[in-house]
């Protein structure tokens, strides 16, 4: 079973940085995606980033390019997917989710991926 947890979050200025951390436990595939979504009230969710073995990744949303970076790791048996925010803004307030699929080797939708964390708070005051 994979098991996924998000930490990091919290309330900055605009203009501030954040680190989101995901740990992902169970995900032995070769070939998996991890993804970090957003969803603000009143919104749907939406893609923030996204990482997979191939071509092409990682994936960043238009909305933050230029102003993310993202990096992965293991950590033991666990795959990290670490979210770092600069220049922050108000608009990107948000419910943070990190989510993980298996057997994955390209960009997938919100509804492709099987697990989920509980989402970790982020907000922008400016």
């Known amino acids: 079973q994979v098991h996924v947890v998000e930490s990091g979050g919290g309330s900055v200025q605009a203009g501030g940085s954040l680190r989101l951390s995901c740990a992902a436990s169970?995900?032995?595939?070769?070939?998996?995606?991890m993804g970090w979504f957003r969803q603000a009230p009143g919104k749907e969710r939406e893609a923030v980033a996204q990482i997979w073995r191939g071509p092409d990744s990682p994936y960043y949303a238009d909305s933050v390019k230029g102003r993310i970076i993202t990096s992965q790791s293991q950590d033991n048996a666990k795959k990290m997917f670490i979210l770092f925010m600069n220049n922050l803004r108000p608009d990107d307030t948000a419910m943070y989710y990190c989510?993980?699929?298996?057997?994955?080797?390209?960009?997938?939708?919100?509804?492709?991926?099987?697990?989920w964390g509980q989402g970790t708070q982020v907000a922008v005051s400016s």
């Open positions: 989510a993980a699929a298996r057997n994955c080797n390209g960009r997938r939708l919100a509804g492709d991926f099987d697990y």
């Open positions: 169970g995900l032995t595939d070769t070939e998996y995606c």
